[in-house]
């Protein structure tokens, strides 16, 4: 079982991101109040423990922040900071890194910044 599926279990998310991944194979998306899944509390912790387990949370973005500059210190405080900055949600710019490639040549990477990172994954709906 991968680690990000026992996360869903542990937030109580699978069975929402099932029923989410059978009515889109079924095209009955009518009726589906995606913000308020999004803005569950369930979800927002779950998609903050999927950052603070990716390697890539250490590496800062545009906006010179890692997840260690996100302690949770009330996890009511930090959900409802999170609720507030997604209703009125802009992505901020990327930082741009060139990574070399085994044949010398460089593919670019960019690095969303914390904060995207947190709503990119907190708005990304699994089967």
């Known amino acids: 079982m991968s680690t990000e599926l026992r996360y869903n279990e542990y937030y109580n998310m699978q069975e929402s991101f099932g029923w989410l991944y059978e009515r889109s194979l079924n095209q009955c998306t009518k009726g589906i109040n995606l913000y308020e899944i999004i803005t569950s509390k369930q979800n ?7 950052i603070k387990s990716n390697t890539g949370s250490n590496t800062t973005g545009a906006d010179n922040l890692t997840i260690k500059d996100f302690k949770i210190k009330s996890q009511d405080n930090f959900i409802e900071e999170i609720q507030k900055t997604l209703e009125n949600y802009v992505p901020q710019p990327v930082r741009r890194v060139l990574i070399p490639k085994p044949n010398g040549e460089k593919r670019p990477l960019s690095i969303p910044t914390l904060n995207d990172r947190k709503h990119s994954t907190t708005n990304r709906v699994e089967s």
């Open 44 to 50: 927002i912790l779950l998609a903050y423990r999927i």
